[in-house]
């Protein structure tokens, strides 16, 4: 389930650990009261991680890794479109009125995006991860509607902390490489 090579692992555990504290931000736009310690407390823990991997995978920058000429070309073109996406349909929903909406839409467009970086990369630790994230995206719009909870707050809550349980995982998988 890990990376096939020590500088991956920490990288994803950077990477997942940045956007967690992201998501976890996103989260306290409008949470209910009783979230606010857990999110910080996600925040922080995510961040932390995001160091941790990101020292790590400096001081293994030399080491192999499944990025290649060809692998990193595609890599950019699948983040590139992924952007994109994103952003045409937050403005769409912003346009529409419906702005509430766009955390759901970007998670939804995060989670999709992960499932051919996984496939490029050949870690099933990022495909679950995105299948993850694309069913946080499914169902925080209607779990929010059915109660008096802001979209933001679940959909942050939910990637957040799929995304912080990745990053543990692949800076876990990277503490305790062979």
Do not use: C, Y
């Amino acid at each position: 389930m890990t990376a096939a090579f020590l500088r991956d692992a920490a990288a994803t555990a950077a990477i997942f650990g940045f956007f967690a504290s992201a998501w976890f931000g996103w989260a306290q736009d409008e949470p209910p009261p009783a979230w606010r310690k857990a999110l910080v407390a996600g925040s922080i823990l995510s961040l932390l991680t995001a160091v941790g991997g990101g020292v790590m995978t400096w001081r293994n920058w030399s080491g192999p890794t499944a990025f290649d000429a060809d692998t990193s070309r595609t890599f950019g073109l699948v983040v590139g479109v992924e952007v994109a996406l994103a952003a045409i349909g937050a403005a769409v929903l912003a346009r529409r009125r419906s702005g509430e909406l766009i955390p759901a839409w970007v998670a939804l467009v995060v989670g999709v995006h992960l499932i051919p970086v996984a496939l490029l990369v050949r870690s099933p630790l990022i495909a679950v991860t995105g299948v993850l994230v694309t069913l946080v995206a499914l169902v925080a719009v209607p779990l929010a509607r059915s109660r008096p909870v802001a979209v933001s707050a679940v959909t942050g809550l939910g990637a957040g902390t799929v995304l912080l349980a990745a990053a543990l995982w692949s800076l876990a998988s990277a503490l305790l490489w062979p």
